[in-house]
C-alpha cells in the first residue's frame, strides 16, 4: 500500500470511458485537474472494488467522483454520500468488493485509510450502449457537478 503521499487528499474519479454517460467522472476531474489545486491529487481510474484499497491509502481525505443510475432521480441530478449512506458490507459476490467493503478490509488489515471520504455522484440513464461521449442532459450538467465538487475541495478545511 502506498502511505508515503506527497498530499493528504485525493480526488478518485471512478468510471467506464467507453460506457457514454458512465464517464462523467473522468471527464469532470480532467476539468478539475486543470483547474488544479496545491496539496491535492487527482487521480481517475476504470478499477473498481480491491483496487480502491490501494488508490485510497495513505490519504487523510477523498472525494470520489462517480455516476450512479438508480432511476429514482432525473438524469444529471448531483447526490452527495458518505459511507455512512451505504448499508454495510453487502457484495454477494466473492469476486467484487465495493466501497462498503473496501472500508471494512482496510479497518480489519491495519491500513493507513481516509478518516474522511466524500462521494459525489451523477444520475445517469443506465449505460447500456458503448460510446465515448456523454449525452446532451449530462453535459449540461457537467458544470454544476465540477463547480459542486470544487466547493467540496474548498471546503476541506
Known sequence: MHTDRSTSVLVLALGNDIKGDDAVALEAVQILKKEGSEGIDFVDTIESGLALLELMSGYDKVLLLDSVSTGVHPVGTILEF???DFNQVLS???HFMGLPEV???AKRLSIDFPD???ILA???APPYEFSQ???APIRA?????IQKAGDLLKSRG
Open 116 to 118: 474522511e471520504i466524500r
Open 133 to 135: 461521449t456523454l449525452t
Open 103 to 105: 472500508i471494512e478490509l
Open 141 to 145: 450538467a457537467l458544470p454544476s457537478y
Open 82 to 84: 458518505s459511507p455512512d
Open 92 to 94: 454477494t459476490c466473492r
Open 122 to 124: 451523477m444520475e445517469i
